[in-house]
Nanobody, 128 residues
């Protein structure tokens, strides 16, 4: 069982930056693949970025060049650094954790169904 707790959300002006953190419980964090998703009310959860246990990363087109996902296994934490924020980045952001099935590609981690555990979410609001 893994528990995930997001922090670092808030209100920021367009063009600003925020860093989200996701702290994980348990002693096997380094073996998990981690992802960030976001969701607006009434809409499906949208992939933002993922990082594998071996630190391979993949990003949604909307996040490329502006967002950076990273992990610190010593702190059991995954981060999402978000720069040059836009009003359309406004959403609840969720982190997620999943174990690796054999033989999957990095794109496997774009799908919400690939993850086993989810945090409670952190609100990010970008004002224009």
């Amino acid at each position: 069982q893994v528990q995930l707790v997001e922090s670092g959300g808030g209100l920021v002006q367009a063009g600003g930056s925020l860093r989200l953190s996701c702290a994980a419980s348990g002693r096997t964090f380094s073996s998990y693949n981690m992802g960030w998703f976001r969701q607006l009310p009434g809409k499906e959860r949208e992939f933002v970025a993922a990082i594998t246990w071996s630190a391979i990363t993949v990003y949604a087109d909307s996040a490329k060049g502006r967002f950076t996902i990273s992990r610190d296994n010593a702190k059991n934490t995954v981060y999402l650094q978000m720069n040059r924020l836009k009003p359309e980045d406004t959403a609840v952001y969720y982190c997620a954790a999943g174990r690796s099935p054999l033989g999957v590609s990095i794109n496997f981690w774009r799908g919400p169904a690939s993850y086993d555990y989810w945090g409670q979410g952190a609100q990010v609001t970008v004002s224009s």
